[in-house]
């Protein structure tokens, strides 16, 4: 017989979870601002969210851990979030436009719609019906209206379909490509097709977390890029947030708004000095990792062959 279900619990007002928290050992200088906060932020968000690793096996929280570092937590991850989504955009706004260049050139602005310019059959099929939602959900938007009442077939070519696409469909998209059309577009970015394939995804995922406000500090990755063998022999973690920002940094130009988002998120380190990067899987060097110029995957990995093998 299967383990009896958990009860809800019972709603909490405020002055209640303050109570709670107290109850559970957490040290609260101000009440009055906690109260506060507590009716800005949901209990669920900050306190279950950022209580990770701070409590003992019995529910109680370690000797002078507080309230306030707590919220130091969630302040540090949001600007976190803040400082990376505008070079994810980047990533992802490139990502569309050379794979619908690449695309249309190569096999007509509708020649997204052939399954046999794809691998699986099956996934694109799918494609094209998680296309047709969004379309439908954009129905009303100027390009789309235009492209549906104006056009034979009423079908939107590849460089207007990409713009209303999700990251996480475009990455799929790119996933179901044949692999001489996927190595065109990698190329472009001097990367393996088989590595960039799994960064985008990763990055794709990451983007969401920001996108919904979610947890970056002290997560594990669900979607865990292929890193080059040098990372991986050097002790980074697949699985934190630091091997998606070096995936980031092998496929970005490495201009001045780079440059700028290094020193930025050292800042950002600095101000919140309590906070233990190596949850996010920083290796004390980081900036030397990030700031390194790209190389060519000759000499930082094995061959795409290869790779596809062992995935």
Known sequence: MSEQLKQHQKPMSIDEQIDNLK?????????????????????FRLIKAYS?????????YYKDVTF???????????????????????????????????????????????????VDESYHRQFLDDISEEIERNRRAPFVKNFKENYEGGDLPMYALVEICSFGILSKFYKNMQNKD?????????????????????????????????????????????????????????????SVLLCISRIIEKDSHWEQFIENLERLI???????ISTMG????????????????ASTSVSDTTSKEQQ
């Open 182 to 242: 996927k190595k065109v577009i990698a190329k472009s970015f001097g990367i393996g097709y088989t590595y960039y394939e799994s960064w985008i995804e990763s990055v794709a995922y990451v983007r969401n977390i920001c996108a919904h406000y979610g947890r970056l500090y002290n997560a594990k990755l669900t979607k865990r890029p292929m890193l080059y063998k040098q990372y991986s022999e050097a002790g980074i973690e697949n699985n934190r947030l630091f």
């Open 23 to 43: 109850a559970l050992g957490l040290k609260i200088g101000d009440e009055a601002h906690a109260r506060k906060l507590l009716n800005d932020i949901s209990y």
């Open 68 to 118: 306030e570092h707590i919220v130091e937590l969630y302040l540090f991850n949001a600007n976190l979030r803040q400082l990376l989504f505008p070079i994810i955009e980047r990533i992802e706004v490139n990502a569309r436009c050379r794979i619908a260049n690449y695309v249309s050139e190569q096999y007509g602005v509708l020649g997204y719609k052939n399954k046999d310019n794809f």
């Open 282 to 297: 920083f290796p004390t060097n980081w900036r030397e990792y990030l700031a390194t110029e790209k190389e060519s995957d």
């Open 52 to 60: 990770l690793d701070l409590k003992t096996h019995n529910g109680k």
């Open 270 to 276: 600095q101000k919140y000095s309590d906070i233990d």
